[in-house]
C-alpha cells in the first residue's frame, strides 16, 4: 500500500508539525483556536478572525441536555458505561442536515446568493428576495431562519456584533440578515438563528461550506464530554428508559389469524 | 506497510472463500446462520447447533422502541436524515456493560463457575451457592438475573426447552439455573434474564465470552435498522426534544456576582 | 414528553410481540430470517422469499479485511480495547453512498426505470438505455456496474439463479440485466456487482431502495463481529499505523518566515 | 417520563445558561478553553489555567493521520461521503485504553501514588519506586511512559516548564517525574509521554480521571475535522484498499472435503 499523503501534520521522532509550525510553539505561543484555524485554513488567524472563530465555537458548545446530540450521548452512556468515546461519538451521530447541519447548507445558501448578485447585477437583498421566492415555491425552508426554542435567539446579534467591531462582516452578514427581511416581508417573521449567524460569521472569514457542520462539531464535543461526565457521575447506569405506545398490528399466530385471548374464568 | 493478516476471508477476482468455504455454496446450500457461525467457529453449525443460535438471535432481535440501543438509533435519526449507518452505529453504541452486556459477562461466570466445581471437586449447584454468596458480599449484582420489565421473561423457557430438546443444554444451563435458584434461597426471587439464557446456550454451544455481546449485536442490528426505517417513514425530522430541568448554579454574572433581575416596571 | 410510537414491537411484562407475532413462535417455529423480513415488511415471507433474503444476507456477510468497513473496525479495535460496540459501529460507519450503498441508489434508479417504462410506453431495455446515456452524459457511474476487484462477480450469478428458480425474478432482475447490456454497448463491459444484483433481488421482493443499504449493514454485521473477534484474539493493540507522507508547507516560525536549519557542526 | 437533570446549561427562549453564566457574556468576554473549564469544573479558569489547558489541547489535536483515530476517520470518509459526523465519530470510536487513554489511566496511577505517600508517610519518589515494581510484577506497562515513535516527546518539556511557570506544576509534575526516574532505574529509560505529562497537568489542575480521555477528545476533534475535511477535498471514495494476507483454512467443500484442483490440460 502506498502512503497516504497529507499537508496536515508531519511528526518525526521528536518533531511535530501542524502545517508548518512546531507544536511546541503552537502550545507555548498559540492556542487552540489558532490551531482549529491553522488546520482549516493552512494559516494562523488575524487576532479578529481568532476573536470570531473562538466566539463561534462558544456559541455552540451546548443547548441543553435535551437537544439530540447530548440526549444521545446521555442513552449511550447509560447503556455503555464501557467507554467514553462511544457515547461522545453517539451524540456526534445525530448531527446532520437537520440537527447542526444547517449551517452548512445556509452557507451554500450564501455562496449561491452572493454569486448570483454579482453575475446578475443585482443587490444582495435582491437576491436574497429571490431565494426565498423560490425556496418558498419549493415549500423548502430557509436553512439559518427560525428556532424551535427561541423566538429571538441571543446569539445572533452578540456575533453580528463582534463581526461588525472586528470589521469582518461582509457579504455573509449582509445575506443573512437580507434573507430573514425577505422571509418576513413575504413569509412571517423568522429570526435568523445560530446556524445561519454561523454561517454568516464562517462565510465572511473565508471558510468553505464544510466548515459549517465540522467547526459546529469541534464546538459541541466540548458539551458532549461534560454531558457525558455528568451522566456517569450523577446517574445510575441504565436509567432512561423512553416510553413507547404500540399502535400497529394485534397479537396474532403465525398463520395470521388473530389470538384468542383465553376467557377470564371466575 | 506490511498486509494484515485474517483466517476469515480469501477473496481474489471471481472468488470468496469464508474460512475455506466457497461463499456462492453458503448462499444456494447454506444460510446466515451458518455462516454466523462459521464466522466465529471456524467449521459449520450441525442442525440442532443452527436451530439454537437461529432462535438466540430472534430472541433479542428487537424488545420496543424505548430500549437505549432503539432509543439513541431513533435519535440520530431524527436528527442527522443523511446517513443510515450514522443511526444504526449510534444504537449500537448504546450497547455495552450495562445493556446486552449481560451476556458476556455471565458466560464468564458460568465458565469461572464450571472450572471452579471440577477443581474443588464440588456440585455446580454448590458453585453456583459460593458464586452468589460472594457477590452478595461484594453488593455485587449476579449478571443474568432479574430484568426491568418482566417478572418472568417468556423466551427463557423457551430457549431452555428447545436447548434441551436438541441434546444442547449441558453445564451451561444447569449452572445458571442454580445461579437463580442460589438467588432465590439467599437473596430474593431474580428470574432468570435473556441475558443469562442466551450465556448459558452460548457456552453450551461452545462460543467464548466475547460472543454474548457480539451475537447479541448482530441480531439487534435487525431491529435497529427497522426502528430507523420505520423513523424515517413515520416521523418528521428533530421531532424528538427531552424535557429537562435544571438544577445547577443560578444565574451569575462574569465575575461571580449574582445576576440581578430588573425590577419589573409597571 | 408523549409516548413515542411504534408498530414494530410491543412488550409488557412477560410478553414481547413483533408486528403482532409472539417472539416465542418466531424463536420455536420461524427464524432470524423471518424476523429480519417480518420487521421491514410487516408480514412473514413465503419460503421463497426467506431463502432469497438469506442467501442476500450471506453475500454481503464479508468480502475481506481490508473492506473500509472490516478495516476501520479493526483500526477501532486495535486503539479502543475497552468496547466491541464501538469497534463494530466503527466499521458501520464506512457505509454509505460509496461503500455499501450502491444497492440502494440501484434500486431508486430501477424504481425510476421500470416507472418510465411503463409511462412512455417503452420496453425495460429501451429504458436502461435511455438511463445509461443520460448517466453518460453527466459523466456519472451506474450503480450496480463495475467492481474493484472482480471482472465478474460471481455471487451475481448465483443470486440471478436462485431468484429464477425461486419464481421471484421480475422487473428488478430484467432492469439490471439490461442496464448491463446497454452499459457494454455504449461504454464498455462493466459487469454487474453484488449491489446491483441485491437491488434487483430487493425490488423483486417489494423491499423500498432503503432496504438496500439497511439489509447492508445486518448482513455485514456479521463479518464485522468476526473481524474485531479475530482482532482481538490474535492482534496485539496499537498494531496498526498506516504510513503517510507529508506533502504540505516546509517548517516555518509563527512569525511565518522559514525555520533555519541549524548548520550542522563537527 | 420524568425531565432530566442536569447542572450543565439551561435553555429558555431568549436565554442560554452556562453553569449560570450567560452563554452571550461567555461569547463576549470568554473564551472557549474557559468553557471546556468551566463546563467539566463548575467554575472559570484563572488566567494560568486556561493558559494551561489551552496549550494541553493543542498539544493532542492532531499528531498525524496515520494514527488510528486520524486513520478510522479517512476510512470512513472514504467509504460513506454522505456523513461528515460519521466519519468524525469513526476516528472517536478508536480512543480508548489503548490510544488516548493512557492519560485517564496514569492519572488514577498519580491519585493513588499520591494517596499512598501520604497516608504511608513515605516521599513520592518512594511511592513511585513502588508502584513500577508492582507493575514490573505484574508484567504490566506504566501509563504515560514510552512512545511508539517519539524516543523524546517535545511537547512533555514545554507542558512541563509552564505549569512550573504557572505554579501550577505540583504532586502530579513531581509524581510523574519521579514514575519516569524509577522506571529508568530499574527497567529501561521509558520517557514521559504526552499522556502521562497531560495527566500531570490535569492531576495539578484538579481534574478528576476521566477528564485525561474527556479533553483529548476535545482537542483531537479539531484534528479530525481537519483530516476529514482534506480527505473529501483531495481524494476521491474508496481509494483506501488494505492489503491483506489470508492465512486460514484451505479451499473445501460444503461436506469439508478439500476442494479438489482442476486439472490444467494442456
Redesign the interface.
Known amino acids: 500500500?502506498d502512503?497516504?499523503?497529507?499537508?496536515?501534520?508531519?511528526?518525526?521522532?521528536?518533531?511535530?508539525?501542524?502545517?508548518?509550525?512546531?507544536?511546541?510553539?503552537?502550545?507555548?505561543?498559540?492556542?487552540?483556536?489558532?490551531?482549529?484555524f491553522l488546520?482549516?485554513r493552512?494559516r494562523?488567524p488575524t487576532p479578529d478572525e481568532r476573536r470570531l472563530l473562538?466566539?463561534i465555537?462558544?456559541?455552540v458548545?451546548?443547548?441543553?441536555?435535551?437537544?439530540?446530540?447530548c440526549?444521545?450521548a446521555?442513552?449511550?452512556a447509560?447503556?455503555?458505561?464501557?467507554?467514553?468515546?462511544?457515547?461522545?461519538?453517539?451524540g456526534?451521530?445525530?448531527?446532520?442536515?437537520?440537527?447542526?447541519?444547517a449551517g452548512a447548507q445556509c452557507m451554500e445558501l450564501i455562496a449561491a446568493g452572493v454569486e448570483e448578485a454579482r453575475t446578475d447585477g443585482i443587490t444582495l437583498d435582491e437576491a436574497a428576495r429571490r431565494l426565498v421566492r423560490r425556496r418558498r415555491q419549493a415549500r423548502a425552508r430557509v436553512p439559518g431562519l427560525g428556532h424551535?426554542?427561541?423566538?429571538?435567539?441571543?446569539?445572533v446579534a452578540?456575533?453580528f456584533g463582534?463581526a461588525r467591531d472586528a470589521k469582518v462582516a461582509g457579504d455573509g452578514v449582509a445575506f443573512v440578515l437580507a434573507l430573514e427581511e425577505a422571509a418576513r416581508a413575504s413569509i412571517k417573521p423568522l429570526p435568523i438563528n445560530i446556524d445561519g449567524a454561523l454561517a454568516a460569521l464562517l462565510h465572511d472569514l473565508g471558510f468553505p461550506p464544510?466548515?459549517g457542520?465540522?467547526?459546529f462539531?469541534?464546538?459541541r464535543?466540548?458539551?458532549l464530554?461534560?454531558?457525558?461526565?455528568?451522566e456517569?457521575t450523577?446517574e445510575r447506569?441504565?436509567r432512561?428508559?423512553?416510553?413507547?405506545?404500540?399502535?400497529?398490528?394485534?397479537?396474532?399466530?403465525?398463520d395470521g389469524t388473530p389470538?384468542k385471548t383465553p376467557e377470564l374464568q371466575d
Do not use: C, K
Open positions: 500500500m502512503p497516504w499523503r497529507t499537508a496536515l501534520v508531519n511528526s518525526s521522532d521528536g518533531s511535530i508539525r501542524i502545517r508548518g509550525y512546531d507544536v511546541t510553539d503552537l502550545m507555548r505561543q498559540g492556542s487552540f483556536v489558532d490551531t482549529v488546520l482549516h493552512a494562523l473562538d466566539a465555537l462558544v456559541s458548545a451546548d443547548h441543553g441536555s435535551g437537544a439530540p446530540s440526549a444521545a446521555r442513552l449511550a447509560s447503556g455503555n458505561r464501557q467507554s467514553f468515546s462511544a457515547a461522545i461519538a453517539a456526534i451521530l445525530t448531527i446532520g442536515e437537520e440537527h447542526g447541519g424551535r426554542v427561541h423566538s429571538t435567539d441571543p446569539r452578540v456575533l463582534m464544510a466548515a457542520m465540522l467547526l462539531i469541534v464546538g464535543v466540548a458539551g464530554t461534560a454531558e457525558v461526565a455528568e456517569y450523577r447506569p441504565m432512561i428508559r423512553i416510553p413507547v405506545q404500540y399502535d400497529g398490528e394485534p397479537p396474532r399466530e403465525l389470538v
